[in-house]
């Protein structure tokens, strides 16, 4: 079995859980090591966290400490697998004074192109080859909203059904976890990176922060134009937002929009790090 080591990691990024065939609720949780000097991304896959005990479940700005095995077959060189129960909840850090306090750690990171890091994963994932990112637009996104495929929306669907009646090692009877919802719209951003000769770019959101708000507005007429207003307008208009984007394993070129990172224009006072 590959060598434990324990590592602290500022959660910047939630995705939304997914079903895998195997009938297992997982999710996957990216941010920058605070442990050392360093200051690199890391990606903690898989995460049960709808199953992880109270006292272990962590907000996105917030330091977990937690013991971490090399994934034994996932090539991006950012990919650690969590050892159960082993996570530990740390210091949050605020978004007061303009964000001040967390602006250093995704300034540590720096920023690619978007044209960049698809070039660069064509030829697959692999050790110098970054999987995970801060990409600033050249101009803020649009929101796409598109019905999924059905076929698709009852697959998955029937995944959450079966898995619904399976009782699993986690389960607390006192404590039922809501049923696993299948959301049957596939919102993305489409726009264009910093490249000169970028031609665009359409990437699906999966921030577990979609689905709330969508479940949230769901019932009203008006509820795309709420999405927009969220997506487009509250985190883009005013704001230095950038984009934290990450790939899919199986398909390293084709990158997804795992969260925003959206503190308000204009300069700082200069804060402590970690």
């Known amino acids: 079995m590959p060598e434990a080591q324990t590592i602290e990691v500022l959660v910047l990024v939630k995705a939304a859980p997914v079903m895998t065939q195997n009938l297992d609720e997982t999710m996957c949780v990216a941010g920058v090591r605070v442990d050392g000097d360093a200051r690199e991304w890391i990606r903690l896959h898989p995460v049960p966290f709808r199953d992880l005990a ?11 400490k937690v013991r971490v095995i090399r994934h034994h077959t996932d090539r991006r060189p950012e990919t650690w697998t969590p050892v159960h129960g082993t996570i530990v909840r740390g210091e949050s850090i605020s978004s007061d004074r303009r964000w001040a306090a967390r602006r250093p750690f995704i300034d540590a990171l720096g920023e690619q192109t978007m044209c960049e890091l698809v070039e660069r994963n064509r030829g697959g994932s692999g050790p110098g080859v970054l999987s995970l990112s801060v990409v600033r637009p050249l101009d803020p996104p649009k929101l796409v909203i598109a019905e999924r495929d059905p076929e698709q929306v009852k697959k998955w669907q029937d995944r959450a059904t079966a898995a619904a009646g399976r009782p699993s090692l986690f ?20 726009y264009r990176c910093q490249e000169g000769q970028c031609s665009g770019h359409e990437q699906t959101i999966v921030d577990w922060g979609a689905a709330p708000l969508w479940r949230h507005v769901r019932r009203r007429a008006d509820w795309r134009d709420a999405m927009v207003q969220k997506f487009e307008h509250q985190m883009w208009q005013g704001r230095d937002s950038v984009l934290f984007v990450g790939n899919m394993e199986q398909y390293p070129w084709n990158f997804l929009v795992l969260g925003v990172f959206w503190p ?9 790090d970690l």
């Open 264 to 272: 308000p224009e204009g300069a700082v006072q200069r804060v402590f």
């Open 54 to 64: 109270d006292d272990s479940k962590f907000a996105k700005y917030q330091v977990v």
């Open 171 to 190: 389960d607390d009877p006192d404590k039922p976890k809501p049923p696993f919802e299948v959301i049957p719209w596939r919102f993305s951003y489409r």
